[in-house]
């Protein structure tokens, strides 16, 4: 049996991939914008991936402006602005994703380190206002998202260093540190010996940091924790082992 394509005929070995190959014409001729929108999409994201982040910008808002509600867009534009410590901006974005999709946990993350970090430019009035938002987004965040790891470091380091009087507490901070070692023992223990270092408990700080080292097969996290806290401590030989041993794993 043969088959009829624009005059042609044609055997049927052949006759698929040719047809397949006049589809794909037709609908570049007549339908162009359906290979243009995905070239509008794909384009400012690997821009973004690029680190070409005003190029990427200048598209993502172009995009917003066809599409007011596009969750991509202003999501990456989100992310600009905090790469670019444009906290105002990654505020707002956040905020209206948080907004129109409540129940997506980094949202409420990204919108609360928004805040923390305009936070610590403030007057003490200032982030006393801000501060149930900016404990109230990372606690929506782990309750959208139990296993949020992000959340709990944010929360260990906001009752860590807020004064007692606004709050600060660091039986809350450990809390959210015993939750993280059900969550991820290596960052339960780095986040105890964190807490440990912030109060000046050295030594202790010492233990989870090793503690760490050993069951993440000394990851470039728990190295770099333990050189910062020998520094500190200032024993230097220590820090320098640590330094060459993280050395010979990671410089290759």
Known sequence: MAYVTFGIKLKKGKSNTIKKSIKGIVLLVLFPFL?????????????????????????????????????????????????????KEAEGYFQKLKQDHPTTADYHFK???????QAQEMNIISVV?????????????????????EARWALIEVYIQLPGILGGSREKA?????????ISPVDGYLSKGHVEEFYKNYEL?????????????GSKN????????????????????????YNQKYSK
């Open 35 to 87: 290979t243009l929108a995905q070239t509008d999409t794909l384009r400012p994201i690997e821009l973004f991936r690029a680190d070409r982040l005003g190029e990427a910008q200048r598209l993502f808002l172009q995009w917003l402006e066809k599409n007011p509600n596009s969750e991509t867009a202003t999501k990456y534009l989100g992310e600009i602005a905090g790469q670019r410590k444009q906290w």
């Open 111 to 117: 919108y609360g380190g928004a805040l923390a970090m």
């Open 129 to 149: 206002y801000y501060l149930g938002d900016i404990i109230g987004s990372f606690e929506k965040a782990i309750q959208y998202q139990p296993n949020h790891i």
């Open 174 to 182: 450990w809390k959210y540190a015993d939750e993280l070692m059900e």
């Open 205 to 217: 700080a010492e233990q989870y940091f090793l503690k760490a080292v050993k069951i993440s097969g």
């Open 222 to 245: 728990s190295y770099k924790r333990l050189i910062s806290l020998y520094k500190k401590m200032k024993e230097e030989g220590k820090a320098e082992a640590i330094r060459l041993i």
